[in-house]
């Protein structure tokens, strides 16, 4: 029920270029520091669930420790509360860490809450 499988994992080229691309409409954000959301709804592929990413910039993190230590604790939130977005939604969504420093798991989770309620209302 808790783990996070392979379909939920947004691997396509295509898809993760149009949420970082900055002409795109259809594409919505949103920002709770130490997060920001970049989703869109995607019907064109076949899997119905929604796909994530988690993006730690080495610009904000210097040290590779740091940066998968912020990617497994954003990872491990978005995994006990998707449970906020409903699970039939075709939607591709990234989560960006914008902070400068490793932050405590609660202040992820605390934004990765508010923010997954944004992304279902």
Known sequence: MYRLYKKEKLCSE??????????????RSALCYP???????????????????????????????????????????????RHLIPSDLPADIAFIYVASERLPYARVENAMKRLLAGINA
Request: charged share 30%; net charge positive.
């Open 35 to 81: 997060l920001r959301v970049a989703w869109t709804v995607n019907d064109r592929r076949g899997v119905s669930c929604p796909q994530f990413l988690v993006s730690i910039p080495k610009k904000r993190l210097r040290h590779a420790v740091d940066r998968v230590r912020m990617r497994r604790v954003v990872r491990e939130s978005y995994r006990l509360n």
């Open 14 to 27: 295509i898809a993760i270029s149009r949420l970082f691309s900055r002409n795109d409409a259809a594409v």
